[in-house]
Structures are given as C-alpha cells and as structure tokens.
T-cell receptor
Framework: GAVVSQHPSRVICKSGTSVKIECRSLDFQATTMFWYRQFPKKSLMLMATSNEGSKATYEQGVEKDKFLINHASLTLSTLTVTSAHPEDSSFYIC????????????FGQGTRLTVV | KQEVTQIPAALSVPEGENLVLNCSFTDSAIYNLQWFRQDPGKGLTSLLLIQSSQREQTSGRLNASLDKSSGRSTLYIAASQPGDSATYLCAVSAQAGTALIFGKGTTLSVSS
C-alpha cells in the first residue's frame, strides 16, 4: 500500500512553545489530508481536513488558531500546535488519500506529543 | 451524525481460537468501510477495505463482511496467534475522499 510518513514520532515540549508535525505522502499525491487526535483508550477524533492550496476545514470545537494546518503541496501537510499546554498532550495522527483513487485511506505513524 | 460502535471493547483468547469482532454504524449510507490494526503507541495499519457494494473481503487469516443495510460489519480472525494482539479499529467514510469516522476499537489479547 501507499506510504504516509509522519514526523516526529515523539516530541516533548515546554508549555507555551509551539510544535510542528509533518505529514508526507511518499509515493502518491494527496489532494486531501486529515488530522486526527487520539486520547488514551478513545477513538480517533477528526480535527480538521487539510486541502492543498486552500484553508483547512476544522471540526466543531477545534481551535483553528491553536492548531494551524498548512497544506503547501500535494505531498506535505503540517500541523502546528501553538502555545502548547499540558492538555494538548495527546497522540496526533495524519491520514491521506490518493487523489487518483479515493478509496483506501493511509495513515502516518502518529506523533506522541507531551507538553510539560 | 454517523456513529460507529465496536463490541466487545476487549477480548482475551488462547492461541488457536477463531474469533469475531463486531462493528456497527448508525447511518447505512456509507462509501466504504475499513478495518485497521493499531499496536500500542503506533499508527494504523490498514487490514481490509470493503466498498459499499461488496459483501466481504479476505486477506490471509482475516475475513471482513459487510451488511450495509443493517449497518454491521464483522472481522473474523482464524487460528489466532499471539502476534495478533493489538487494537482493531473499524471506520467508515460517507463519500469518496472524505474523512473516516472511527469506532473506539476492540483490544485483542491472544495468549500462548
């Protein structure tokens, strides 16, 4: 299957700082990428839909000024957690669909963010 | 609003058993359904994808069925092995290219 690379896999940052997470589709072009957040023993919750060349669409309750999403190319989307707080600590995971075939969704390895 | 439910939340079986994981969704108007495996602290590995027009898909010891009209899918694992221990997630998408809606998963433990 197609490969989605997410970096970093794990990051620890201090409260008040910003953290950028990258999501790359390595062998296909992704017009749309999705960002999810997963709490312990909970389901993956969709945060936002990232569209190449346009503004992201955020789900209800997700602060767009806190979770900045940029989709600058067909293979790269970034999520920046701004002014991070301990409650932002979570597992963040991205997903991408092949623009040619909108069937299967492929996921990155996830990023474990810990804010201290 | 689509909701996905997975039963049971956790399951422990001895090695060699056949088992069934259940997934139900409230809105039958889906585009496709995917089953994933997630190991602790890791990302998702796609196991099987079933299009809305399909009834089942098979890959090795895994078989997934879909009854779209009743809003149900099952994942059958034959001859379970300790390496199958993981959390299994079911997810549906409403249209081509849209986000997946996930269930909470079933955590499987297979003992040797």
């Amino acid at each position: 299957g197609a490969v989605v690379s997410q970096h970093p896999s794990r990051v620890i940052c201090k409260s008040g700082t910003s953290v950028k997470i990258e999501c790359r589709s390595l062998d296909f072009q992704a017009t749309t990428m999705f960002w999810y957040r997963q709490f312990p023993k909970k389901s993956l919750m969709l945060m936002a839909t990232s569209n190449e060349g346009s503004k992201a669409t955020y789900e209800q309750g997700v602060e767009k000024d806190k979770f900045l999403i940029n989709h600058a190319s067909l293979t790269l989307s970034t999520l920046t957690v701004t002014s991070a707080h301990p409650e932002d600590s979570s597992f963040y995971i991205c997903s991408a669909r092949d623009r040619q075939h909108y069937t299967e969704a492929f996921f990155g390895q996830g990023t474990r963010l810990t804010v201290v | 609003k689509q909701e996905v439910t997975q039963i049971p939340a956790a399951l422990s079986v001895p090695e060699g058993e056949n088992l069934v994981l259940n997934c139900s969704f409230t809105d039958s108007a889906i585009y496709n359904l995917q089953w994933f495996r997630q190991d602790p602290g890791k990302g998702l590995t796609s196991l099987l994808l079933i299009q809305s027009s399909q009834r089942e898909q098979t890959s090795g010891r895994l078989n997934a069925s879909l009854d779209k009209s009743s809003g149900r899918s099952t994942l059958y694992i034959a001859a379970s092995q300790p390496g199958d221990s993981a959390t299994y997630l079911c997810a549906v998408s409403a249209q081509a290219g849209t986000a997946l809606i996930f269930g909470k998963g079933t955590t499987l433990s297979v003992s040797s």
